[in-house]
């Protein structure tokens, strides 16, 4: 086999796994597509296998090729740090960071740090992926991201630094009895349909179910936490959110703080076995600095 000497080769086989298509990996790299199939081509001759099976709906990576995404990915990570180690030497700062944000931090904070870091910062190119948290915990594994914005409760091994505390809030309508309360016992819970919103329940709303051993009345399950606020101000249940999504959003319900209080906290995360770029470290680190800057439950100005 003869060696692979040009490793930009290898991101665009990565690209159209990710793309799917020929067309689509030609599209998103700026190439044709005939330029994308000669790449292919000659990554096939020089590998002595065949890597993209194509296909009337597309194209999609052989078992061999499969094999190799994980091992390109590190490469391309290696090439970043490289390259990011040797513009720092050289005082440049550049670099590429991508980062994974769910739903309230991207409303809520991602436009004043994104302000702030390219202001700070305006060789390092940022990119934000938002997601749910499982998508987030997964990318950044497949170091498809360099760090991402989740809570403690992470199902995946990963490097975690704290950045603040988010109050978990009880959300009812505002004719509910329950509004009445100054704070809500959360046995009550299990009286009332409940809407779950998000993430789900096998995060930090779970948390609160197991450790009080309670079985929600689940009347309806959402993927967006903004949907379930949504459902509670038409009367259609109750719900559990964080106060982060709750800033500037809560005229039309009424929100309870739990007996006893309850809290998620949020940090960043990275890959536990790698070490991170320079840039991403650099974004880390104002990151960091933004949270103890906006006290110690960074809320949003």
Known sequence: MKSITNPAKYAVLLTVSEAGSLTSAAERLGYTQSGISHIIADLEAECGFPLILRNKSGSKLTRDGEKLIEPIRALIHSQEQLTSAIDEINGLRSGHVRVGMFSSVAVHWAPEITSGFTSLYPNIKLELFS?????????????????????????????FTELSHDRLLAVVPRAHPFSKLSRLPVSLIEKEDFIIPGEGTGYDIGDI??????????????????AALSMVERGLGITILPELILEGRADNVSVLEFDPPFHRTIGLVSHPGRSISPAARAFMEFVKDFASRHGSDAKPV
């Open 131 to 159: 997601g749910l948290y499982h998508e987030i915990e997964n990318k950044v594994l497949s170091e498809e991201l360099d760090c991402g914005f989740l809570t403690k409760h992470t199902k995946q091994k990963l490097d």
């Open 209 to 226: 179910f197991k450790s009080r051993h309670i079985t929600p009345r689940v009347k309806y399950a959402l993927s967006d936490d903004y």
